[in-house]
């Protein structure tokens, strides 16, 4: 959805960086550009697809839970990357999950939201950063109209549409990145015939 609000916005080129695929054909069928990190580093990926303009902007809608292509956890990962990917007095927006406290962190400054960040760079090139969890009231009203109006469809985001009573099981297979499980609609009028 970060995305996609690029391009409602009038980004002229948007980069998408996961590396589960489904995701990024999907990214690929709004406009987007797929960076999968998973096949070599996003940061050169991107340089090179910018003529190593890097990009205006960058959104971090990963968080805490970042891992490396092989999986393991690096909290601070996404935002190091964006930090090197965006260009000389751009903008970071973090809307990924931080949390002040992480029982399940690699690290005993990580478990305490203390992430090792690179501010020397991100001064240095004169960054600034928006964070925080979206204000809803002062958007929902302008977002319903776009999409009553048609320019915007966020439904493309769907990845399956079940029953309430499946709730559990689609959760947990959510949780464990299955295919087919990204954005799952729960139906509470619909129940599975037992």
């Known amino acids: 959805m970060a995305a996609y609000s690029s391009i409602l916005r009038g980004a002229s080129k948007v980069f998408v960086v996961d590396k589960v695929p489904g995701r990024l054909k999907l990214a690929e069928d709004i406009g ?3 960076i999968d990190f998973s096949a070599s ?3 050169a990926q991107i340089t090179d697809a910018t003529d190593g303009d890097g990009t205006d902007k960058g959104i971090d809608a990963v968080g805490y839970q970042a891992t490396v292509a092989e999986g393991e956890e690096q909290p601070a990962i996404v935002m190091n990357q964006l930090i090197e990917t965006v260009r000389f007095t751009g903008m970071l927006g973090t809307v990924g999950l931080y949390l002040p406290s992480d029982p399940g962190a690699p690290s005993p400054e990580a478990a305490e939201g203390k992430l ?5 760079t991100f001064f240095m090139k004169g960054l600034r950063m928006g964070t925080g969890q979206a204000n809803v009231k002062a958007y929902n009203r302008q977002l ?6 048609g320019r915007a469809t966020p439904s493309f985001v769907v990845s399956k ?5 499946q709730a559990s099981d689609a959760y947990a297979r959510f949780d464990k990145r299955e295919e087919g499980y990204s954005k799952v609609v729960l139906r ?3 129940l599975t015939s037992a």
Do not use: K, N, S
């Open 32 to 34: 987007a550009i797929p």
């Open 161 to 165: 549409e079940l029953p309430l009573d």
């Open 41 to 43: 580093d996003p940061v």
């Open 116 to 120: 090792l960040v690179d501010l020397g």
């Open 144 to 149: 319903r109209d776009l999409i009553i109006t």
């Open 188 to 190: 509470p009028h619909e």
